[in-house]
């Protein structure tokens, strides 16, 4: 999984949100972040942390399959681009977004 960073706020919460509400084993993935760690952070048993060397690296690796899903600000670039390979995780992500809003009150 792409972030930004592993321990940004976003980072935080999408590997939260993505355990607790779809059940990924968030501790089995490798994270590839765009940038060096504001702070070292113990990282759990099993956590592995790679380092783009750019965001090209990441676009290329996002559109060839090698990293599975990106979470950062903005969208990658091959999805605004409109590449095939590189689509959003959810087919309606606005009903997705009101039904993670609405179901835990």
Same mark, same amino acid.
């Given at each position: 999984?792409?972030?930004s960073?592993y321990? #940004? %706020?976003?980072s935080?919460l999408?590997?939260?949100?993505?355990?607790?509400?779809?059940?990924?084993?968030?501790? !089995?993935?490798t994270?590839?972040?765009? +940038? !060096? !760690?504001t702070? &070292?952070?113990? *990282?759990?048993?099993? /956590?592995?942390?790679?380092?783009?060397?750019?965001?090209?690296?990441?676009?290329? =690796?996002?559109?060839?399959g090698?990293?599975?899903?990106? @979470? %950062?600000?903005?969208?990658?670039?091959? @999805? *605004?681009?409109?590449?095939?390979? /590189?689509? +959003?995780? @959810? &087919?309606?992500?606005? #009903? =997705? =977004?009101?039904?993670?809003?609405?179901?835990?009150?």
């Amino acid at each position: 999984m792409a972030l930004s960073s592993y321990q #940004t %706020t976003l980072s935080v919460l999408a590997k939260g949100d993505l355990a607790h509400y779809y059940g990924v084993p968030w501790k !089995e993935l490798t994270y590839v972040r765009a +940038r !060096e !760690e504001t702070l &070292d952070v113990p *990282l759990p048993p099993g /956590v592995k942390l790679e380092r783009a060397k750019s965001s090209e690296q990441m676009d290329e =690796e996002l559109i060839a399959g090698a990293i599975h899903a990106q @979470f %950062t600000p903005r969208p990658p670039q091959p @999805f *605004l681009d409109g590449h095939p390979n /590189v689509v +959003r995780l @959810f &087919d309606h992500p606005q #009903t =997705e =977004e009101e039904r993670h809003l609405r179901d835990p009150g």
